[in-house]
Structures are given as C-alpha cells and as structure tokens.
C-alpha cells in the first residue's frame, strides 16, 4: 500500500521558517517523481516544487523560489521542504504526491497524496 505522511507543519510569524517532512512507503523511491502542493482556502492546489525521479532536476514554482528548498533522502525515503523567509502568502495545507512525473496537471489526476500539513504564517 502506497503511504505519503506529511508532518512538521505549524504557525509561524513572517519571515521564519519551517521545514516539511514527507514519509513515503509502498513503492520505489527513487523511482518516483514527488512533488510538493499547496492548497489555501478558497484557491485551487498549487504545485510548489517538484523533484524528478531517478536523480532528476527539481521544479519551483517562482512564488516560492530562492525561498523554498526541496531535498530527498534515499536511505529513509523521505522528502523534505526547507521553508525560510515565509511570508503570510504561503499560509496553505501542504500535501506531498509521488506520481511517474512532475507536473500539476499529471500529479492532481494520477498522484498518490498525503493527507497534508498545515502552514499558518502569521503576520
């Protein structure tokens, strides 16, 4: 059975960080393209940053970029996303999805998800 279980999640004033861990199980790892969402109230779900498989690149978005660093780490199949600089903007519920590829079309339709951690930046 394929899991993704986000965690570190939590309220934060502007201009802190955060950093975001994202269990997996199930599957191949490095096998898998994992990507980072999020999804505010009221908005669509955003991808954020995504890193390829089999040592592939790693996409950012330009809202989150040169703030945001995404890392995988083999040996405990695990994904992390180093948050610095938030900013009351990225307030949302962060998901990790692993799919075959990146992309938001491909990994809202055929990804597997976690079932997100919240992000509340304070102003």
């Known amino acids: 059975e394929v899991q993704l279980v986000e965690s570190g999640g939590g309220l934060v004033q502007a201009g802190g960080s955060l950093r975001l861990s994202c269990a997996t199980s199930g599957f191949i790892f490095d096998g898998y393209s994992i990507g980072w969402f999020r999804q505010a109230p009221g908005l669509e779900r955003e991808e954020v940053s995504c890193?390829?498989?089999?040592?592939?690149?790693?996409y950012y978005a330009d809202s989150i970029k040169g703030r945001f660093t995404m890392s995988r780490d083999s040996a405990k199949n695990t994904v992390y996303l180093q948050m610095n600089s938030l900013k009351p903007e990225d307030t949302a519920v962060y998901y990790c999805v692993a799919n075959d590829q990146c992309g938001q079309a491909t990994m809202i339709s055929f990804g597997f998800w976690g079932q997100g951690t919240q992000v509340t930046v304070s102003t």
């Open positions: 890193s390829g498989s089999h040592g592939g690149s790693t």
